[in-house]
């Protein structure tokens, strides 16, 4: 039997060979000046490491600089977003999903930064779809029945997310209320360490994108068992929580570019053009559909719209949730 490269891998390979060219004309610049860093708060496999090195040599042939990926995993995103608020660099960006963004000065007011007056937003890069996943531990030969034996479990079950307050984690816990579960939570620094607990059975189930699990899927080592919301064509043949009984329920990820507060103008501005162009290219939208997302590619004024508009959703649901979107 062959053993078949690793898809993110080989997809990577792709991406190298479809940077060949500029996608945009060349232009004067004074910035860069010097390679670009972009800080990424979870480990390397995680999604927005995956949408960080996949554009990486494409930002590099357009800016003509070399562009640096620096994980900074811990604290759900916060610790590289911290890094990032307290610079002065101005070669230096993240692209991060919502989590550090909005949630995390929701759940922790004495937050070290403040994402509405430390950062700047460049451009929102993709989303992605949220699934229900669970491991074989789980149980159950239909997704119904994994429902059904989640209430049955009780307190014996646990879930995984990719960190406290995160997307997959308050998503969750509003689907544990829906569906009469009490699985406790078990927060992990990023999906890569988080989708292993699953295969060993350390925990049942979590929220994940399609990125993360969908080779496990196809090789049947873990269940896909609902969508968080539409059916979507990043996670074929799955079927919505919706269909389950499950209605006005949906958990979407994203992942954008943003700078901090002291970044000069010359370089958002130029970002933002690079980025926005680079990701509606056709080569490169397919690229990112191959690794979980739906390209957005919109720039900062959208960001900001959306940034604000998710700090009011994930304000709505901590409010409901309490001590458990802390837990």
């Excluded at 779809?129 to 491991?135: E, H, I, K, N």
């Excluded at 979507?232 to 269909?243: D, F, K, N, Q, R």
Aim: hydrophobic share 45%.
């Amino acid at each position: 039997m062959t053993t078949q490269p690793e898809p993110l891998l080989m997809r990577r390979r792709i991406v190298l060979a479809a940077a060949a060219c500029p996608i945009l004309p060349a232009r004067a610049s004074t910035w860069p000046s010097s390679p670009l860093r972009i800080l990424v708060g979870y480990p390397p496999g995680s999604s927005p490491d995956g949408v960080a090195r996949l554009l990486a040599p494409s930002l590099s042939r357009e800016l003509g600089h070399p562009v640096l990926i620096e994980n900074k995993a811990g604290a759900n995103g916060t610790i590289a977003m911290s890094t990032l608020a307290r610079s002065d660099d101005e070669h230096l960006i993240s692209i991060a999903p919502q989590a550090p963004l909005t949630v995390a000065r929701l759940l922790n007011p004495k937050l070290p930064y403040d994402p509405a007056a430390d950062l700047r937003p460049i451009a929102l890069i993709g989303t992605t779809p949220f699934v229900l996943v669970a491991g074989a531990s789980a149980g159950g030969d239909s997704p119904l029945s994994v429902l059904a034996k989640g209430r049955l479990a009780g307190n014996g079950w646990s879930y995984g997310s990719s960190g406290n307050g995160s997307a997959a984690h308050l998503g969750m816990e509003l689907l544990k209320q829906r569906v009469g579960w009490q699985a406790h939570h078990v927060p992990y620094q990023g999906n890569p360490p988080l989708v292993t607990a699953l295969l060993s059975g350390e925990v049942q189930v979590a929220l994940l994108p399609p990125s993360s699990f969908m080779q496990h899927v196809i090789a049947g080592r873990l269940r896909a068992v609902a969508v968080m919301g539409s059916q979507s064509t990043l996670a074929p043949g799955v079927a919505s929580i919706a269909e389950m009984g499950v209605r006005s329920l949906e958990v979407e990820g994203l992942v954008a570019m943003v700078a901090h507060r002291r970044m000069p103008a010359v370089a958002l501005k130029r970002l933002e053009e690079v980025t926005t162009v680079l990701v509606r290219n056709p080569d490169i939208r397919q690229q990112m559909f191959g690794i979980g997302f739906r390209v957005v590619g919109t720039g900062s004024e959208s960001l900001r719209q959306r940034i604000a508009q998710e700090a009011q959703q994930y304000s709505n649901i901590i409010a409901l949730l309490g001590d458990k979107a802390r837990q």
